[in-house]
Structure formats: structure tokens, C-alpha cells
């Protein structure tokens, strides 16, 4: 039986990724999204793949929107969400407005979200956690009333993150993507009709066109990662001094030091975003992947770092 999948964010950046490549799977591929308009280039350009999805106006947070379209999903991928507070920092990144993205890292971080007038927990919350949450429990609804013997493997996809973004990043983002996560496990858990959770966890997500103005960063990145990954250090590695310094330090709450995230961002590969959404429907087609899936799980789905394109682990992935 043919996949056919729910893409919530579809015509965005990592959205409009997925889409393409589930069509180049021979899937049936739904998009929805505030607008319904297909994807574009920057320049305007609509690609040939994008007259193979149907391209739906609906509101993540109202079911009645798009339940018609969820109901004929064997398989959703929820990719909304917002790194900032202030949510033209994608449109930043596009154009490559080097002094707004300035702007808008200086004044997230600036921000003290206990105090009235912070708009950081109610966006991250609402993009990051509660609209996720709303299309899933419509999921499983429709998962428990119309699951036939020919489609039991229901999939639920979503885009987390790996923590390296603090201290750039306020806390409260990582924080509403591992709330979200644990929230999604159980309801997928406690479910009658049982619906796989999979939490795609990317670093920086680069494209040299789309956006170019991250390709200086992605290189040092990965260069700092493939030198993170030797496997025998004579000195420690800046990571490890990083978590070390962040180990005399105690956190007021579960989120690890920042430090820690540093360390994490000098060891993670910044991954393209076509592999991104190459390694999500992949992930959709193998049963044994649940759970969270990191950059190095995600390279090794697609055939990165193996001599024959095949995964060496034992271990299933996403159960680490």
C-alpha cells in the first residue's frame, strides 16, 4: 500500500524538502498550511514536483480544518516551529539580512521570560509544542476510527532538535521540543490504536541556495565535528573542556548548562536539509525506528559513514 502523507508546514523550508522527496517515493503527499499555497523558490519558481501535492489551507490548532485530509494519512510529519521569539528571523535568514538576524539574537537573548510582556514561552509553546500536540490527538482519533488491517504502521514525525543552540538560543526552546517530545510518547503510548512516534532531532539545518548565509557556519561546523569524531584524543577536545566546565555549575531545572549545549553544537554535523528529508521518510518506512532519531542516527539511515550503504549498528534506531 502506497504511503500517503500529511506534511503540517509543508510549502517552508524543511516542509517543502520532505514533500519532495515522499513524491519522488511514489507517495500521496498532502501539504497544510496557513496560506495552502504551493511551495516557491525565492525567486518565484514553482518546481515540477510540487503539481504532484495537494496543497490544503488549514490551522494546526483548528482539527475541523483539516481532519478530512488527516483521516486518509497513514503518516504525518509536523514541521512548524520557531527558533526565536520573533518569527522574521526565517525571512532573515532567506534574504540574508545579516544586521536583522543580529537584532533578533540580541533581543531574544535580552528577554527575561518571566516577566509579563515576554512573547518567548507563548510562541515557543504554541508553534513548537501545542500545535503538535493538537494535530496528533486529531491523529489518533481518526487512527482509532478508521485503522484497517492494511494500514496498522501509523507514523507521527516530529521535527525536535538537538540541544546546541544555547546560549544564542533562549533555553526555552530546546525546553518546549523535549516537553513536546515526552508529551507525544505518551499520548502515542496510552493510545488505543497505536501510533509511531519518531522525533527527528537536526542541528543546523543548511541549504547553500536557500540559504546561503549559513555556509560559513555549516563548514566550520563540520569541521569541528569531523575532528570531534577521531577516536582518540592525546588532549581534551573543546567540548570536553565545555562540559567539564559545565559540570561545576548546577542548573535550576532539567535543561543541562549551556556549556553543555556548546560542546554539543562543536560535535554535531550540520546536515543539508534534503537529507533531512530524506533520512523522515526512511524513517517512516523502517518499523524499527521510534523514538529520537540525532544527526549521527540520521547519517547513518541515509548511507553516511558506512562502506556499503548499509546500517552496521545492532541497535535499532531511535531507541537510544
Not at 518569527?87 to 531574544?108: E, H, M, V
Not at 533555553?171 to 509511531?196: G, N
Not at 523502517?286 to 529520537?292: I, S, Y
Request: aromatic share 6%.
Amino acid at each position: 500500500m502506497a504511503h500517503r502523507l500529511l506534511v503540517v508546514g509543508g510549502n517552508g523550508f524543511l516542509g517543502s524538502a520532505v514533500c519532495k522527496e515522499a513524491v519522488g517515493r511514489g507517495w500521496h503527499v498532502t501539504s497544510i498550511s496557513s496560506s495552502g499555497k504551493p511551495y516557491q523558490t525565492p525567486k518565484g519558481h514553482s518546481p515540477a514536483w510540487t503539481s504532484d501535492v495537494e496543497w490544503k489551507t488549514a490551522s494546526a490548532m483548528d482539527p475541523t480544518s483539516y481532519e478530512e485530509h488527516l483521516s486518509k494519512s497513514s503518516s504525518v510529519v509536523h514541521t512548524i516551529g520557531t527558533l526565536f521569539p520573533d518569527a522574521g528571523y526565517k525571512a532573515a535568514l532567506q534574504s540574508g539580512n545579516i544586521p536583522a538576524l543580529l537584532r533578533i539574537l540580541f533581543s531574544a537573548n535580552n528577554q527575561n521570560p518571566l516577566q509579563g510582556g515576554s512573547q518567548g514561552p507563548s510562541l515557543y509553546d504554541t508553534l513548537n509544542h501545542d500545535s503538535a500536540l493538537t494535530v496528533l490527538a486529531t491523529f489518533l482519533s481518526n487512527a482509532t476510527s478508521t485503522a484497517s488491517e492494511s494500514d496498522k504502521d501509523r507514523t507521527f514525525v516530529y521535527i525536535s532538535a538537538e540541544d546546541v543552540f544555547r546560549p544564542f538560543v533562549p533555553s526555552q526552546y530546546i525546553e518546549s521540543k523535549r516537553k513536546c517530545e515526552r508529551e507525544i510518547r505518551r499520548m502515542c503510548e496510552s493510545a488505543d490504536s497505536p501510533v509511531r512516534s519518531i522525533f527527528i532531532r537536526p542541528g543546523l539545518i543548511y541549504h547553500p541556495h536557500l540559504r546561503p548565509i549559513l555556509s560559513p557556519a555549516a563548514a566550520l561546523l563540520s569541521l569541528s565535528a569531523t575532528l570531534h569524531d577521531q577516536p582518540a584524543h592525546v588532549l581534551p577536545t573543546p567540548a570536553d573542556a565545555l562540559r567539564k566546565l559545565g559540570s561545576l555549575s548546577r542548573s535550576l531545572n532539567d535543561t543541562p548548562p549551556a556549556s553543555h549545549s556548546l560542546a554539543n553544537l562543536l560535535e554535531t554535523h550540520p546536515i543539508h536539509v534534503e537529507q533531512v528529508a530524506q533520512a523522515i521518510c526512511l524513517a517512516i518506512e523502517r518499523p524499527d525506528v521510534e523514538g529520537p532519531v540525532n544527526v549521527k542516527e540520521m547519517r547513518r539511515l541515509i548511507g553516511w559513514g558506512t562502506s556499503d550503504g548499509v546500517e552496521q549498528s545492532a541497535q535499532p534506531l531511535g531507541q537510544s
